[in-house]
């Protein structure tokens, strides 16, 4: 399998407080690593820097063999190679599902309309969602918006889909059609990093996993379910048994 | 009850002139409302500069405008630039420069203000899809921006419209100053008439500005 994203070094801080300190990480095509660790250790922001968003003070990131620079022009191709999913849905609110959807394909990849729309269709009709194509954001629940946003990132036929903690504003029970979704993308080969708090998710879904915590990777395996009841490392252990709760 | 006077209106062509005042007004409101939007957009967007020095400049500027009131504005521009730079502006223009460096300001501090209330994530959403920088303003923050700003840039409208009645005192004659004509010319015959004359001048304005604001509902409500 080739290598579709790579870390080299990275480092990253805002204003002197370093966030991620030489970060190595690749992940191959069609893998799907799942990042987990305690608040504040680092997962969001490196999400970040993979397509761009924030600046990074050292290091390199290369996606399918172009290095990410935030301020070039190339930024513009490479980020319509990486899909991003946010916590808090971001759906444009003024433009109904479907042209939330249809937007960056016929603005960015120059597509035909009639083309992506049938696609968007198909696509909505996947999540169980093709009635409401032209409903509003503001008329849809969290997880059908959680899952027009997923559409949407799909649409670009992205190499690689990033998942930011994406269930964490939903209700229990919305959270469960959302996580749906994504295991029907993993099984279609789909490479995907995850960054969540649900374990039994991050268990289900995971070809690797990456335990992060103050900015350093503390522990890597492919070894998911192994991890999960045997971390090696004292720090994993830690953070996950504030998971469990003792009688 | 007694007369009302709105009976002088009738008279000759008093009801013409009147309504020749009010398209003053509105002549006057409307060539500064659209300055005004237009200016006050790029003053707006410039208002969001990180710029230091621009940004204190625009500081001071809508400062200004809101602590000088309207009139002083006016008796500046139309009576104290003609002896000091030796302009002769006319009243309506000295009039149209206030209420457009008065509608410029108010407007950029709307534009400033509907701006920075779009959350930063909904940029970074629509760069994350590959939209260049122009392509993010244009399709989602811009549309978003309008959007929030018809209300608020329908009661700066109201007001300005409203206020065009300041004129009168630096000699354009507009409705409330053909009102006073013909309620002076009026007196002998007609003693109640400034009831009437009034009455009728207040339900012109409402005329005016009424739909103005019954538009901005209908489209606040559309793009709830």
Known sequence: MSELLKVEHLHKEFDKNVVIKDMDLTVKKGEVVVIIGPSGCGKSTFLRCLNGLEEIQGGSITVDGSLVEPKKKDIIKIRQKVGMVFQ?????????????????????QKRNKAEVTKEALELLEKVGLSEKKNFYPRQLSGGQKQRVAIVRALCMHPEVLLFDEVTAALDPEMVHEVLE??????????????????????????????????????????????????????????????????? | MQSLGIDVLFKGTNMLRLLQGLWVSVAISLISVAFSIVLGFIVGVLMTSENKIIKAILRVYLEIVRIMPQMVLLFIVYFGTTRVFGWNLSAEVSAIIVFIFWGTAEMGDLVRGSLKSIPVIQYESAKALGLNNFQVYFHIIVPQTI?????????????????????????????????????????????????????VVFILYFLICWPVSRLAKILEKRWA
């Open chain 1, 88 to 108: 808090s849905y971001e759906l444009f609110p003024h433009k109904t599902v479907l042209d939330n959807i249809i937007l960056a394909p016929m603005k960015v």
């Open chain 2, 147 to 199: 959007r929030r700003l018809i209300p608020l840039s329908i009661n700066l409208i109201t007001r300005m419209v409203k206020t065009t009645s300041l004129v009168m005192m630096i000699g354009i004659v507009e409705v409330l100053k053909v009102a006073q004509q013909i309620i002076e010319a009026n007196r002998k015959a007609s003693p109640n008439a400034a009831f009437g004359v009034f009455l």
């Open chain 1, 181 to 247: 979704t994504m295991i029907e993308l993993a099984k279609s080969g789909s490479t995907m990093l995850i960054v969540t708090h649900e374990m039994a998710f991050a268990r289900a879904i995971a070809d690797r996993i990456v335990f992060l915590d103050q900015g350093e990777i503390v522990e890597e395996t492919d070894k998911v379910k192994e991890f999960f009841d045997h971390p090696q490392t004292e720090r994993a252990q830690k953070f996950l048994k504030t998971f469990t709760f003792d009688e």
